[in-house]
């Protein structure tokens, strides 16, 4: 009983501390959550809980809010987020008003499983509720982790303390109200202070949002202005630190009230609006990127009892706005709206003073401005500084192409870049434009008419600019921001283009008078001008100089009719290129805008030629757009007409071409004044030009008879022709007698950059003048750019000359060349020289024929010494070798040559033999070919000479790959064949070096040539034969002699050496064949492994000396064929591989591809390739050994590559490698076996097969063996 008592009296102790403490909290904590949390922790003390909480009841919500905790689960509890409609343990207490006891957790119905399974080890509960006032303001819930009976005691002082606690709560709730309203006062006293500073509208609306926050605590703030149903927003606060894409987007967001939800409902009820939890609110607007706010507060601004604004407040944090700070809002939005209100009376008043100011400013410049552009610039400056920086200008109405043209004073600059005109039919312009009323549009997104042109526009205003009811254009500004432009703003523009129109009229009148008054004057200066000469090409210059001043041009030309044709005689303006090819030139009159021109004597006025079908760009001026024809009338007729080009479309109009009729009737007189003086000084000059062609004629005549050779005097025969026709350029063409479809140029007067010199080839399809010529007619090219697609006037145009003449030169009915004429300008020759220029021709052709029958003459006397003193020098010469030396010196007298050789026919064989050659060292005497090969072959075995141009080319040519290089350097041949008694005994081969023609050649020359030779040469050949054949039978007895004493010799050595080395072997064999019968037993294996190896040995020694014997029998008789060399390899290391990695080394083997076949027999290649690849494993101890097979440039042959690293070749057995039997001095003393036929072998088979081999070897490092083998020839067969 002690023990409890002093347990009942610790408790009241402690009980009576609590009360202590509450009281003390209640009168010294301003801090209500400091507070609780303290009573927390002392109650759970108090009942020894393992759990105290304390929670706050939201009468505005229905919530319990969590507020202070003490023991294990207080961060459980703090975090709790209780929903509304939940069923609560504080709603229950507060509906009961006493004190709960649970003495067991699974028995109470109070609280919702949910929340129960938040502690799980609360076994016991004890429920404090705080009711003051009647007013249920939370409770403190006790929790036992065990099951427990609560004493009547317990329950009693739970009652004090609760009520206690209640009433500390109610206290503080009060202090906390009473601080609120006097901040409250005290913020809306410096508001009020603070919004009477300024009456700027943007100043005073940051000044707003700023103490706003002091009202209500926000994380971003914005102000948006109710216009026309729209909330824009048009100052903002704090989004930046949110990032650049909130803080972008917001400055151009926009709301529609009557479709916003949270908007209208303010603006219906004139009260602040509070959401709690957007996320609770279905009809949120959603806007990226504000997916940051949780909790939205707004309060609408009325001034005046309409609706001015609204203010919009985020917060992150859900359910942080609540409905306290509605009327906070209230109270602020009220104070607003007075300095609104007043700030918007101020910026009222200060737009009217400033657009007054402007209107008077343009109206002044419109009294004082001269010119259009001057005015609209001006205006554009001022109005666009003062108020529309961002886009603002005039757009006026182009008649001529019917478009709006932005004026050069619009901002930016770089709308003219990319509209410089704009369809009537396009955007907001065009639409102001035609219906001729004003438009403004707050979101350009929302017009289905708005066409972008400056890609920052969010908002546009366009009033149209008229001139009695008549649009000349429109003034047009834009914003970066929505719904920038007002009524205000709409009437500024329409008055300021009520004020601009008569201005622009005025100025229009007065430019068009002063236009007027310059127009005359000019034209005036103009005609005076034209008529100051009578030369024509000075009034055509001057014609085209004066017309730009009357009607300014890009290009202007001047055509008149000449014998019904149209010429071109005088342009200004032109490129270089196009004026030279117009100059002269003679346009069709079958031309529909010509043709109209001439028959109706009326002006043509084209706005856009291009887009007319009629139009032609003669000479590439297709640049033209702008376009008059103005024809030149002399007594009502028409003598030609000017034509004015622009590169402007719509450059001309009705008016300008008045004028300019009025010019060119004066320029059609000034013409025909200086035609008829042309005409008088002509008739003057063709009577002395007459006089002074019978005289050159006569002296012509004279130099064609005083000298036989035409192209000795034809310099000086030029420098008269130049002196008859001017021209600049005189030459002398001439068919080939033997060829009439070709020709050659014989004489130049002077060589224009080697443009169709002396000695140029041409045929008939060259020149466009060979039809005329051929059939004994002049042909005239005014205009050598008509003629440019053959090559001959091409080459000529290409040297600067524009025309040309050519007289054929005709003797009898036979046309035997021409005399050709050319000069640098069109036209250069006049049709009064013609009957003169065909006289020239005439004695021309007559001089020319007596020229080449005497060249012929002197040409044929030449031959004929030439081929007398050949036979002369043959009928001395006693031997064949000075007969084909006198043959070779004679040929090169009459043609140049690279070389010369001559192939006879021998006569057993039918081979044909190089018996002799020049230059000397080609490598090419005694050369055999078989018959009928190649183009020596050829001419043999028909009997003709052939000649060809392309040598290296020509499908008869056969030749070896050491030969390839030679012809590159010659370009044709020409191949003889020398006969006798109707057999061809031999040919002799021309070839001819690079710039020789073969086909150009005198060959009826070389033919005598041969002819003479032949007959020579058979007679000196059967007279060596018959020396030679008892020559050769001598030599031959001696010779078989000479084989008997050396096979004898051979077969001794042979069958000494062959006894030498079988004697080893065998002897080798009769040991130990003793021993196996009398040696040891436990030898036995040794001796059967000796037995086997001396058995292999002769084996092998049997096998070479058959091979030998094979080569040496049927050396004669091989068969070569084509033969895929990396096949062979392939197959002979696939075989050696075991002995390869038995010897423990490494063989690398590279075949090229596409490696030439070689020609050979492919057995006897193997052998080569293996007897190689044996001796490298026999004498590599370790290594490696590398094959390769590659093609050998240099050499034209195909080369087999076998390198070792093994004991290397001594110096001293080089010359004894490839001798029968030879192993070396220190090779054969080693164990290393062999029969010393592996490389006799290989020699034999390489010279079997033409081929060459080579040794490289250092001693000690290893040993390169290199095998070339020829190629196969095509003819060969494969194998």
Known sequence: MTHQANQTSIKRERYLELLNEITRAAIGTLDLQEMLQTLANRLGALFLADACHIILWDDERQIPVPIAASGSSSEIFQALKIQPGTKTLTGALLKLGHVLAVPNVDLITHIDAEIISQFPSNRSLLGLPFIANGQGLGAAILGFNKPRQFTDQEIAWGEQAAAQIALTIARARLLETEREIRELAETLREASSALNETLDFDELLDRLLE??????????????????????????????????????????????????????????????????????????????????????????????????????????????????????????????????????????????????GILHAVALIGATALNEDELIEQTTQIIGDALYSDNFGFLIYDEEIGMLRPHPSYRPANVLGRFPVISVTQGIAGQVFLSGQPCRIGDISQAAAYTEVDPRTRSELCVPLKIHDRVIGVINTESSQLHTFTEADERLLTTLAGQLAPAIERIRLFTAESSRRQEAETLREAIAAVASSLKLEQVLDSILVQLNRVIPYDSAAVLLLED???????????????????QGQYLPTDDSLIWQLIIDGQPILLADAQADPRFRNWGGTNYSHGWMGLPLLVRDTVIGFLTVDNRQVGAYHEWDISLAQSFAQQAATAIEHARLYETTQAARHVADRQANELRVTADILSMLNATPGVLEIFPQMAEIFKQLTDCDRASLFLFDTEKSNTGIMLAVDKDQDGTLAVGTQLTVADTSAAHDILAGQPHFTPNLASETEQPGEYALYRAGFRSRVNIPLTVGQRVIGSLNFAWYTQQGYSTEQQSLLQQIGNAMALAVERSRLFDEANQRTTELEILTNLSSQLRQAVLIDNMLAVIIDTIRQVTTTFFVSILLVEQETNELVVRSEHPPGLGFPNRRLPPNTGVSGHVVQTGQPYVTDDLANDPHVHTLPEERILLQQVSGSITLPLQAQERVIGVIHLAFPKGVIATEVNLRLLIAIAEIAGGALDRALVLENLEQRVAE??????????????????????????????????TNLKLYLELMERGRSDRQSHYMTVLRQQTVRLAELLEDILSLSRLEMGGEKIKLNPVDLNKVVEQAVTANMPR?????????????????????????????????????????????????????EEKGMVLTRITDTGIGIHPDDYDYLFDRFYRGQHTGQSNIPGTGLGLAIVKEIVDLHEGEILVQSELGKGATFKVWLPVAEPEDDAA
Do not use: C
């Open 211 to 356: 103490l706003i926050s002091r009202v209500v605590p926000y994380d971003s703030a914005a102000f948006m202005v109710v216009e026309s149903g729209v909330a824009r927003v048009v100052r903002h606060r704090g989004f930046k630190k949110f990032g650049t894409a909130v803080s972008d987007k917001i400055a151009s967001v926009t709301l529609d009230v009557t479709t916003t939800s949270n908007l209208q409902h303010m603006i219906e009820n004139g009260r602040p609006l509070i959401i709690p939890d957007i996320s609770q609110y279905a009809d949120w607007v959603k806007i990226k990127p504000f997916q940051y706010i949780s909790s939205w507060a707004g309060a609408p601004v009325f001034i005046q009892s309409e609706l001015f604004g609204i203010f919009s407040l985020d917060k992150q944090e859900p359910d942080f706005y609540q409905p306290k700070h509605a009327d906070r809002l209230a109270t602020f939005a009220h104070q607003a709206a007075l300095a609104l209100s007043n700030a918007r009376l101020h910026a009222e008043t200060r737009r009217q003073v400033q657009e007054l």
């Open 564 to 582: 019904g044709n149209l010429k071109h005689v005088a342009g200004r303006g032109f490129p270089e290129d196009v004026q030279a090819q117009l």
């Open 1033 to 1066: 039978r001598t030599h031959a007895l001696a010779e078989a002699n000479k084989r008997l004493q050396e096979l004898d010799h051979l077969k001794s050595k042979f069958v000494s050496d062959v006894s030498h080395e079988l004697r080893t072997p065998i």
């Open 1140 to 1192: 390869v990695e038995a010897a423990e080394l490494t063989l690398h083997f590279e075949l090229q591809p596409d490696l030439p076949w070689v020609r050979g027999e492919r057995n006897q290649l193997a052998q080569v390739v293996t007897n190689l690849l044996s001796n490298a494993i026999r004498y590599t101890p370790q290594g490696a050994i590398e094959l390769q097979t590659v093609w050998d």
